[in-house]
């Protein structure tokens, strides 16, 4: 079963975006800041994460940052929800392994795919 983080601090994302998970199966757990996430990720590291950008404490770049120099060998998958689209708004991301962009709103059905292709590539291997 895939265990997935999602990092927002907007709660109706939150609701939605768990909701629609563990629908489809997905162990899913939530908090609402960078800081608390990378805390959990530090001492669970979950299958798959998924991150805001703009949150307090902590932003979601600061936060793929850390995990980055944290954890240098990780291999789990980082989503990054953002409505900026600007290619300079996503720079910073070149030096993160394993990390897609969404854009805002979200797409379930985007993300159940996404999900769906690393579940597969994870039985294949």
């Known amino acids: 079963m895939t265990n997935i983080l999602i990092v927002d601090d907007e709660i109706h994302v939150l609701r939605v975006l768990k909701m629609s998970l563990e629908r489809e ?4 757990n939530v908090c609402a800041n960078g800081q608390e996430a990378l805390e959990i990720v ?3 590291p979950p299958d798959v994460l998924i991150t805001d950008i703009q949150m307090p404490l902590m932003t979601g770049e600061e936060l793929c940052r ?3 120099q944290h954890m240098p060998e990780r291999n789990f998958l980082i989503f990054v929800l953002t409505s900026r689209t ?10 993160i392994t394993n990390l897609q962009f969404l854009e805002k709103p979200v797409s379930i059905r985007e993300l159940l795919e996404k999900l769906a292709d690393k579940r597969a590539a994870v039985t294949a291997s």
């Open 25 to 28: 199966g997905y162990t899913v």
């Open 42 to 44: 530090l001492h669970d």
């Open 66 to 68: 850390q995990i980055e």
């Open 86 to 95: 600007e290619i300079e708004h996503r720079e910073w991301s070149r030096s």
